[in-house]
């Protein structure tokens, strides 16, 4: 397993316009993408991601990272599987957790 591209922070609807005005204004990073429910940040290699999100009641972190064999790679981990969390219509992997709860995306990464 490797580190993935896209780091997220899942905001609650009342923290997010302040937590994206943060991070463009405060910290200065420059925004890379605009969604409907997320802002991207250049950070370095990766994208961070502020993701609006209406059911939260706190911030979440969650990361990603890349594998040739996500079954394989969940597998190993030992961690549960909580492809409930978002649809992965385009993605080859899983979500699952660490002990901490922190989310994990592992999945292949697409071909250039």
Request: no cysteine; proline share 5%; net charge negative.
């Amino acid at each position: 397993m490797r580190p993935g591209k896209n780091i997220a922070i899942k905001v609650p609807l009342y923290q997010w316009d302040s937590t994206v005005a943060y991070y463009r204004d405060r910290v200065g990073l420059k925004v890379s993408r605009i969604l409907n429910d997320s802002v991207g940040f250049s950070f370095g290699g990766m994208t961070l991601w502020i993701d609006r999100v209406s059911h939260q009641s706190q911030s979440d972190v969650w990361l990603e990272l890349f594998t040739d064999d996500p079954d394989g790679a969940l597998e190993r981990l030992g961690s549960p599987e909580r492809d409930e969390l978002e649809p992965l219509d385009t993605v080859t992997g899983h979500w699952t957790s660490d002990p901490a709860g922190t989310v994990l995306l592992i999945r292949k990464e697409k071909s250039a």
